[in-house]
C-alpha cells in the first residue's frame, strides 16, 4: 500500500519552529506513519495521535483509493497544548 502525507500549515508552523534535530525526529516519525510509532486511538473523534518525545503529532488516516491512502497529518505540539483543540 502506498500512503500520501498532507501536513497541513498549523503542525508544519509548529515543526518548522523547532530545532533542526527535533525536526528530523518529527518528520522521520511522520513518514514512518502509520505503521509504526507510539499511535493510539483519540476517544470520540476519528484521530490517531502519534508520540515523538514531548511533541504529539495529530493525524488522520483516510483512505483514497485501493492502492492510496492519504495520512493527513493535522495539528502538531508539545504535549500539554495540543489536547486543547480536539
Known amino acids: 500500500m ?3 502525507y498532507n501536513i497541513r500549515k498549523k503542525a508544519m ?5 523547532q530545532n533542526a534535530e527535533q525536526q528530523k525526529r518529527i518528520f522521520r516519525a511522520i513518514y514512518l506513519l502509520p505503521l509504526t510509532g507510539d499511535i493510539k486511538k483519540l476517544s470520540g473523534t ?3 495521535r502519534l508520540r515523538v518525545g514531548d511533541y504529539r503529532i495529530l493525524f488522520d488516516v483516510v483512505p ?3 492502492e492510496l491512502t492519504l ?3 493535522t495539528d502538531a505540539g ?3 497544548q495540543i489536547y486543547n483543540d480536539v
Open 13 to 17: 508552523k509548529f515543526i518548522q519552529k
Open 64 to 66: 483514497e483509493t485501493n
Open 71 to 73: 495520512v493527513d497529518i
Open 46 to 48: 476519528s484521530q490517531f
Open 2 to 4: 502506498k500512503y500520501r
Open 78 to 80: 508539545n504535549r500539554r
